[in-house]
């Protein structure tokens, strides 16, 4: 099949987007990626890139035509707003000039949901499907991540909803994270048999390692290393974390190692100072995927965090297959799915999110067992893991999907 995928983002920044177009590409499919200037985390273009300038690439047997956009700078919700709008005049224009002779166009939307519309406008013209993977449920969790007052958020989410409609309803399949985005999708008048439940998985590289202390080797080897790594923003609720680390931090063997980067990442550094904490709370930056799963090897626990809101508790963060995938033990301060997963699965302790004083309870808890106890925690991981979330089980599930929705 010929595929076009449409995504605002793409390597070399790290998403999911990424292993599946190399992956179809490598079954024989050829791909084609129209995406943005790289430029996420961090806010500006990545070295060798140029906001404002078209690049075409060939990387790994995929085609990546790049648009320009204006990068998301640090912090201006302004200039977020700029480079959304960005992707979807340019990515317009730019779809336009593209050849016709596609099977099918898949949109990956981790946010935000707008990417779909040069996607939507290429599908009509060539006539053929086009498919959308929801990872960030619209409006919902604009509204929830924005610092503003409830009249703010109540414009924000009347003037997005017809937007949202609209993208449903002209996408000829749906496929959804987590089974609690299906129930919000429906009720923009989509029908259930539209819509498939299709989890993120672990990329090939994460897998158990024995980790050999040599990333981590300031941080004293006998203390009980826990773990955060991914995006350092409004919704991974850090200020529930660093009252966490503040609370236990007369406890000098628990370490908390933060992996990542992200809007918050300034406001994070101030408040391990104001804290007192900088003996037990350490920013080590962000690292390439492939390196990640050393990382997670040398932590005795891997934590996983959402704020309290009724959108957060349907979604499934992708970093929790990738902790299940490297048989890593959890503590979670999330509700809803996540949540239900790792309750199933026996591989840690929640509680509820923003839940600091259960959250501290639960590290202390699981800091005090025995290494069977962890071991055991760690085979739960990766059972659930492949039998739920197997990285080949999921692809061969979609090929099968763009089968059929293209009648190939």
């Not at 498939?196 to 998985?201: A, C, E, R, T, V």
């Not at 999921?394 to 059929?404: M, Q, R, T, V």
Request: charged residues 25%.
């Amino acid at each position: 099949m010929k595929i076009l995928i449409v995504t605002q983002y793409f390597w070399p920044e790290n998403f999911k987007i990424n292993d599946l177009a190399f992956e179809l590409n490598k079954r024989g499919h050829s791909v084609h990626v129209l995406t943005g200037i790289p430029n996420y985390p961090s806010g500006y273009a990545f070295n060798g890139y140029k906001s404002f300038r078209s690049k075409d690439e060939l990387f790994r047997g995929v085609k990546i035509f790049r648009t320009p956009i204006i990068t998301r700078g640090k912090n201006s919700r302004i200039r977020l707003f700029l480079n959304y709008l960005s992707f979807v005049i340019s990515g317009s224009f730019r779809i336009l000039k593209l050849n016709n002779d596609y099977d099918s166009i898949f949109i990956y939307e981790p946010s935000p949901l707008t990417v779909a519309i040069p996607a939507i406008l290429k599908s009509k013209i060539i006539k053929k499907p086009s498919m959308l993977w929801v990872t960030d449920l619209w409006p919902d969790s604009v509204t929830a991540t924005i610092k503003s007052s409830r009249l703010v958020k109540k414009i924000i989410y009347f003037l997005l909803n017809p937007i949202v409609r609209f993208i449903y309803k002209n996408v000829d399949k749906i496929l959804v994270t987590s089974e609690a985005f299906i129930p919000s999708i429906e009720e923009y008048g989509i029908e259930k048999k539209e819509i498939d439940y299709f989890p993120q998985w672990a990329e090939p590289m994460f897998k158990p390692l024995k980790g050999e202390n040599k990333l981590l080797k300031k941080i004293n080897n006998d203390s009980f290393k826990l773990m955060f790594a991914g995006n350092l923003g409004e919704a991974q609720d850090f200020p529930s974390i660093l009252k966490t680390a503040r609370a236990l931090k007369s406890h000098k063997l628990i370490q908390w190692i933060i992996l990542g980067d992200g809007r918050k990442k300034e406001w994070i550094k101030n408040k391990i100072s104001d804290y007192g904490i900088e003996k037990c709370f350490h920013l080590f930056g962000s690292h390439p995927i492939e390196k990640m799963p050393m990382y997670y090897a040398e932590a005795d626990a891997m934590l996983l965090t959402l704020k309290e809101n009724e959108i957060f508790s349907k979604t499934v963060p992708a970093k929790l297959q990738t902790y299940m995938a490297c048989g890593k033990p959890i503590i979670a301060m999330i509700d809803g799915e996540a949540s239900k997963i790792i309750n199933q699965s026996n591989a840690g302790l929640v509680c509820s999110s923003a839940d600091s004083n259960q959250l501290s309870k639960n590290i202390l808890k699981i800091s005090n067992q025995s290494k069977d106890f962890l071991n055991e925690m760690s085979i739960n991981s990766i059972k659930y893991y492949n039998n739920n979330f197997d990285r080949n089980m999921l692809i061969k599930k979609i090929e099968k999907i763009f089968f059929n929705l293209s009648n190939y």
